[in-house]
């Protein structure tokens, strides 16, 4: 049998684990990944759909070569309406030029959890409240409870609809450590592994904690990243995933 005919090698858990991290790697430090985001700027409330689709248009015409321009959409905290902004990332972001790594805690695979995934009704949210929003709560639309146990405590998750995959935003007794332990203060997020198909129906789905991740606004200050609600606070150290982000000369996002 030639090299050309060999199978190819199985993954192993460790060998994914390590390709998930470059993948990681390399999207935060892209040049539209969460390090290259320098400026996020909302537009005065009267700025309608289109005009504001003409005011990022004019900053993309004007951005330096490695400068994307993008627009970006929320709804107001207090009134519910929409509101239109722009974001600008820099492909040679001071961030970038400072980062090193990040640090992730050891492939653990007691942290792969099973559970179940229950719909409930459509229209069902949960508020949640963001790290620049001065205590203030968005309603998130939750399609359903995510169950498991461990070590005989029963759990009810809830994960909201980040573009048709669930995302876990959660917290443990390792947020804001400053120890070798430590991770990120706000908590951390989490895809919830399924098949896309299955996305509203009730079944099975993984929690692998190994690919718990720093949030968007671990790597910019100019993200409004969601905290965890109360039922996604989680009582024991959960020593899994990405812990930190790491940069050289003491570099600090919220100083640039």
């Known amino acids: 049998m030639n090299a050309a005919s060999q199978p190819a090698a199985v993954p192993t858990p460790e060998s994914a684990h390590e390709a998930w991290r470059a993948g990681r790697r390399a999207s935060v430090t892209s040049a539209t990944g969460n390090l290259s985001l320098i ?4 537009f005065p409330g009267d700025v309608d759909e289109e005009a504001a689709a003409r005011l990022v248009a004019a900053e993309r015409d004007a951005a330096p070569e490695g400068v994307t321009v993008t627009s970006v959409e929320r709804k107001n905290i207090a009134s519910g309406r929409a509101e239109h902004g722009l974001r600008v990332w820099d492909a040679n972001a001071p961030a970038i030029r400072a980062f090193e790594e990040i640090e992730t805690f050891p492939f653990d695979p007691s942290w ?4 179940e995934f229950t719909p409930v ?8 409240e963001h790290i620049r929003d001065a205590g203030g709560s968005r309603d998130l639309v939750v399609p359903g409870d995510i169950t498991f146990e461990r070590d005989g405590q029963r759990f009810t998750l809830a994960a909201f609809d980040d ?3 669930l995302l876990l935003v959660f917290g443990d007794p390792t947020n804001g ?5 430590g991770t990120y203060g706000s ?7 399924r098949d896309a198909a299955e996305f509203g129906e009730a079944g099975h789905v993984r929690l692998d904690f190994n690919r718990a991740f720093v949030p968007p606004c671990g790597f910019s200050a100019q993200y409004n990243c969601p905290m965890p609600p109360p039922q996604n606070r989680l009582p024991w150290p959960v020593h899994a995933g990405e812990r930190l982000p790491r940069f050289t000369d003491g570099f600090d996002i919220y100083t640039i």
């Open 187 to 193: 908590g951390r997020f989490l895809f919830v592994e």
């Open 39 to 42: 400026e996020t700027r909302w």
């Open 112 to 115: 792969i959890i099973e559970a």
């Open 177 to 181: 450590l400053t120890d070798d332990t």
């Open 121 to 128: 009704s459509s229209d069902r949210t949960v508020p949640f």
């Open 163 to 165: 573009a048709g995959q």
